[in-house]
C-alpha cells in the first residue's frame, strides 16, 4: 500500500539553526500538508500546499517557516532559524483531493528536538 | 471556530471489555468526522470515517456514528484486545477550510492482557 514517509525521523539542532524536514508524499497525490504536535499537545495544521503554492496556514505558520516542491517527489518544510518552542513531532500529510470526505494520510513524522 | 472535544485519558480497560471514547465537535456546517490512531512510536493512521450525518463508519471492530442532533462522533468497540492500546485523534474537515484537520486532544487507550 502506498505511503507517506518522512526523514530524518529524528532530529537535534541548536537553537538559531535551520532545519529542512523532507517527506515524500503518496505518488498521485496532489495536495500536500504540514502538520505539528508540541508534546501532549494537539496536532496542530501548519500548512497546506497545491500547485506549487501555499492554499492555507495558520498563525504558526510564520515567516520563519517555509515550504517548498523541489522536485516532483519530495515535500520540503524549511526552519529558518529554529526557537526552543519548535521542539515537537512534525507530519506530513498528502491526499488525492479536497472535497470533504478526502482522507489525508499521514507520515510516521519527524521528531525535533531545539537545544 | 471549529473544534473538537475529547475525553480524557488515560483509558485503561481489561482484555475483552467494551469500549465508548466520547467525542463532540463545534463547526458550521456539515463537517467530516474522522477517527485517527497513533500506536506507540508510528505516525497518524486514519481509523474511520463520517462525511454526513447518521453515516457510521468502521473498521477493525471500531465503529463511530455521525450524529448531528449532538454533534457528537463517540468511538466504540465491543471487544478490545491488547493490541488496540495506542492514542486515538478525533477529527473533523470542515467546510470552511477545504484543507485543514481539525484534531482533538487525543485519548490515551492501554489494555491489559
Known amino acids: 500500500e502506498p505511503e507517506v514517509t518522512q526523514t530524518p525521523s529524528h532530529q537535534v539542532t541548536q537553537m538559531g539553526q535551520e532545519v529542512i524536514l523532507r517527506c515524500v508524499p503518496i505518488?498521485?497525490?496532489?495536495?500536500f500538508y504540514w502538520y505539528r504536535q508540541i508534546l501532549g499537545q494537539k496536532v496542530e495544521f501548519l500548512v497546506s500546499f497545491y500547485n506549487n503554492e501555499i492554499s492555507e496556514k495558520s498563525e504558526i505558520f510564520d515567516d520563519q517557516f517555509s515550504v517548498e516542491r523541489p522536485d516532483g517527489s519530495n515535500f520540503t518544510l524549511k526552519i529558518r532559524s529554529t526557537k526552543l518552542e519548535d521542539s515537537a513531532m512534525y507530519f506530513c500529510?498528502?491526499?488525492?483531493?479536497?472535497?470533504?470526505?478526502?482522507?489525508?494520510?499521514f507520515g510516521p513524522g519527524t521528531r525535533l528536538l531545539v537545544l | 471556530g471549529d473544534s473538537v472535544t475529547q475525553m480524557e485519558g488515560p483509558v485503561t480497560l481489561s482484555e475483552e471489555a467494551f469500549l465508548t471514547i466520547n467525542c463532540t465537535y463545534t463547526?458550521?456546517?456539515?463537517?467530516?468526522l474522522f477517527w485517527y490512531v497513533q500506536y506507540p512510536g508510528e505516525g497518524l493512521q486514519l481509523l474511520l470515517k463520517?462525511?454526513?450525518?447518521?453515516d457510521k463508519g468502521s473498521n477493525k471492530g471500531f465503529e463511530a456514528t455521525y450524529r448531528k442532533e449532538t454533534t457528537s462522533f463517540h468511538l466504540e468497540k465491543g471487544s478490545v484486545q491488547v493490541s488496540d492500546s495506542a492514542v486515538y485523534f478525533c477529527a473533523l474537515r470542515g467546510y470552511s477550510s477545504a484543507s485543514k484537520i481539525i484534531f482533538g486532544s487525543g485519548t490515551r487507550l492501554s489494555i491489559r492482557p
Open positions: 463520517a462525511t454526513k450525518a447518521d
Open positions: 463547526a458550521t456546517g456539515y463537517p467530516s
Open positions: 500529510a498528502s491526499s488525492g483531493g479536497q472535497g470533504a470526505g478526502e482522507t489525508q494520510y
Open positions: 505518488s498521485n497525490h496532489l495536495y
